[in-house]
C-alpha cells in the first residue's frame, strides 16, 4: 500500500490545512443539493460524520484540497447573488455549457462531477 505511504500529507501543513466552518457549511449545502438533484439518499444529514471524514481525508492526502474547496465555495456564493439559491444550484448541477474546454470562468472550472 505504497499509495497511502506518501509524504503529501506532510506537505503545506499549518494555517491552511483545515477549512473554516463557513466553508464547510457550503460544502454541506452543496452536499444536500446533489442529494436533493439525484434524489439517491434517503437521509442526507444521516451521512454529516461521513462527509467530514471525506473531507478531512481529501486534505490529509492532499492539502490542495483547502483552496479547491473555498473556490469551490466562493463560486456557489457568486451564484447566489446572481441566481438566487434555487437558481443557483440549478445552473450548477445542469448547465452542460460550463465544463467549457479550456475554462474561462472559476465556475467552467469546477469538476464534472456535478453535471453527471
Known sequence: MAKYDLSVSQLNRGEFDTLDQATVDGLWELFIAICDR?????????MRSRFS????????QDPRYVLEYQRA???????????????AYEF???????????????????????LQ
Not at 439525484?38 to 444521516?46: E, G, I
Open 38 to 46: 439525484w434524489k439517491n439518499v434517503p437521509d442526507p444529514n444521516a
Open 53 to 60: 471524514t471525506f473531507l478531512s481525508n481529501r486534505i490529509e
Open 73 to 87: 465555495v466562493e463560486v456557489i456564493a457568486e451564484l447566489n447573488q446572481e441566481k438566487g439559491r434555487a437558481g
Open 92 to 114: 450548477l448541477l445542469t448547465d452542460p455549457g460550463a465544463g467549457a474546454s479550456p475554462p474561462n470562468t472559476r465556475l467552467q472550472a469546477r469538476p464534472a462531477v456535478c
